[in-house]
């Protein structure tokens, strides 16, 4: 991690100073503030003699392991929603330190130079990043970043001063350029209270994951890095995206009347741990839990979510050499339908591929565009034995709970017919073998590619459920990638089109009594709740961290009063009129 900016504020009062950025995760916090520049390799041209080059090679080397098992000790300690969101990162950081593009061309550099392995190292980035800048791609132009990332990790084990990462966090508040999600979970655990960043998007793998650590986190703050000293006193608002700068005693006293309002409101949504998630006009509505672990499992269980909306799989195949084999996947099936005790369980096969990239060489590693490449559903048929081994444990799993299989990425009638005839093939092979299996596993379709979304009459008849995944339908239908800075206003699912396609899947699945759940972001911020009550949503699925709160939002409408106001909102030409609906 790339050092922080050194000195200290100057001595003496400084004024106050009030700045404003995009609240991307809640919360309110007071800190000191830690400054961190833009990564650079600032390193200058330095030559090695001949008979130094094996030591050069050997010293890149050791960082470049010493790096390999900073992320591994990283990966084997996160747990729960971590797993996903940074895990990810984590995972395509640690490929990319094995890539022989990058390996190859830093020792034929040293050897060539003979340079050392610090310059060698710059040299090679900026290679990299003259080829990254002529992609005409911009997913894979922002893959710059992680490339960089990776890069400032190996530099800092090459310097003499160790470690890398900055220390002595707790109780300070991180302001800097941008955060990766992987990083964001080590400075979480040495005690960051808040980040500030100059650049980043609320719609970010970053916000995502900062909003599950209940993290407050403030993006898109205009020349923060000029008006923020190391040293400087910060109050932070991630509801409003203010910052103040050097508080004075007025300020103070408005921090704690925040914080006590703040221990009220979570005072009060504990009382709602064991309350129906039930409209004012008496309608119940279902919420189910996102998640991917035992500990998402027990925490759902505890909240009195009515069962798991999606259980991710891609943690057992992340971060690892081998493939899990079918007892390790039936064992954590079956644990995650025992922990919800008879209540549904619905798990998503595997959905690998685009930015979960795994070691094992399942997903292919040179694709041009792989968030439209071989992923989801296309992969695992791709990939029969895979796919084989990872039905049969969900099935022999379905005899311990409710359990419900769910299909990532459909696009094609095709598709689920194959999963569906696997099944049937699977089911009827375990039972000749002796295994208990659930008289009936219903199956479900992901509606996250916008043409099964407009498809959907034909092949409505092979689901019994239905999900929608709003994180990458948006960014398929709005052609707006999420992770994209500039695209920020851009993606959001508060875009008519969006709100019109999520209205006739969900009318679409009434008509047929399919059930329709949501399980993207917008389904756990409890703002948008009434918004989706009014399009017919009955059925939510998010992240256990946001159940309560929208337990209160839906607590506190009147469904009948919503679906009144639906044409109106459907109506809305543009984001702004959909915000009016809001508020209004």
């Known amino acids: ?32 503030a830690r400054v961190r520049l833009p990564h650079a390799l600032e390193v200058a041209e330095q030559r090695v003699p001949a008979q130094q080059v094996d030591k050069e090679l050997k010293r890149l080397h050791a ?90 990790r190996i530099h800092a084990f090459l310097q003499p001063v160790l470690p890398p990462s900055v220390k002595g966090l707790a ?56 008006r923020i000293s190391d040293g400087d006193v910060l109050i932070v608002d991630g509801s409003d995206g203010s910052i103040t700068v050097n508080p004075q005693a007025e300020n103070l006293r408005d921090y704690r009347v925040r914080l006590k309002e703040h221990a009220r409101e979570q005072r009060e949504l504990g009382r709602l741990r064991s309350k129906p998630s039930r409209t004012r006009d008496q309608v119940d509505i279902a919420l189910l839990a996102n998640a991917e672990s035992l500990e998402d499992v027990t925490q759902a269980h505890a909240l009195g979510a009515q069962g798991l909306g999606l259980y991710r799989t891609e943690f057992l195949f992340l971060q690892r050499n081998e493939l899990p084999d079918e007892e390790e996947q039936f064992q954590a099936y079956r644990d995650a339908a025992l922990g919800m005790a008879g209540r549904l369980v619905t798990i998503r096969t595997l959905d690998l591929g685009a930015d979960k990239a795994d070691r094992t060489g399942l997903t292919l590693s040179n694709e041009d565009n792989p968030a439209l490449g071989l992923r989801g559903v296309r992969l695992s048929l791709a990939r029969p034995k895979v796919a084989d081994t990872q039905l049969r444990a ?14 990532p990425m459909v696009s094609t ?65 709005l052609a707006a990638d999420r992770n994209n800075e500039a695209l920020g206003e851009l993606y959001s699912p508060l875009h008519p089109a969006v709100l019109r396609l999520l209205a006739l899947v969900i009318e679409t699945g009434a008509r047929h009594r399919i059930p329709v759940a949501v399980c993207g972001e917008i389904a756990g911020d409890a703002r948008l709740a009434p918004l989706l009550l009014a399009l017919g949503l009955t059925e939510f699925s998010l992240h256990p961290g946001t159940l309560l709160e929208v337990r209160r939002a839906i607590r506190d409408s009147d469904l009948g009063a919503l679906r009144a106001r639906a044409p109106k909102l459907l109506a809305a030409r543009d984001r702004r009129g959909i915000e009016r609906w809001i508020t209004g």
């Open 394 to 407: 969900i099935l022999r799993a379905s005899a311990y709970g409710k359990i419900r299989i769910l299909v």
């Open 413 to 477: 009638r095709d598709e689920l017919l194959a999963v569906r005839r696997r099944m049937t093939r699977l089911t009827a092979q375990l039972r000749a073998e002796g295994h208990a299996i659930s008289e009936r596993v219903p199956l479900g379709a992901m509606i996250e590619v916008p043409a099964a979304a407009f498809a959907l009459e034909s092949f409505i008849d092979l689901v019994d459920f239905l999900s929608i995944g709003t994180n990458d339908l948006v960014q398929y239908l």
């Open 1 to 32: 991690m790339p050092r922080a900016r050194a000195g200290l504020s100057p001595a003496g009062p400084r004024p106050v100073q009030l700045l404003s950025g995009h609240g991307a995760s809640r919360g309110t916090a007071l800190g000191r």
């Open 63 to 152: 960082a470049l392991d010493a790096a390999r098992v900073e992320m591994h000790d990283l990966r084997q300690r996160l747990q729960g929603a971590l797993n996903q969101e940074a895990g990810e990162f984590l995972d395509l950081h640690a490929l990319l330190l094995d890539d022989p593009e990058l390996l190859f061309g830093l020792d034929e550099l040293i050897r060539s130079g003979p340079f050392s392995a610090s310059y060698a190292l710059r040299l090679q980035r900026d290679r990299l990043a003259k080829v990254f800048d002529g992609m005409d791609d911009a997913y894979l132009k922002s893959r710059m970043d992680d490339l960089d990332h990776v890069i400032g």
């Open 171 to 226: 109780g300070e508040i991180l302001v800097c350029e941008n955060i990766a999600p992987s990083e964001m979970a080590q400075l979480q655990s040495q005690g960051v209270v808040a980040i500030i960043t100059s650049a980043g998007s609320a719609l970010s793998h970053s916000a995502i994951l900062a909003r599950s650590l209940h993290l407050p986190l403030i993006v898109n703050v205009p020349t923060l890095l000029q």
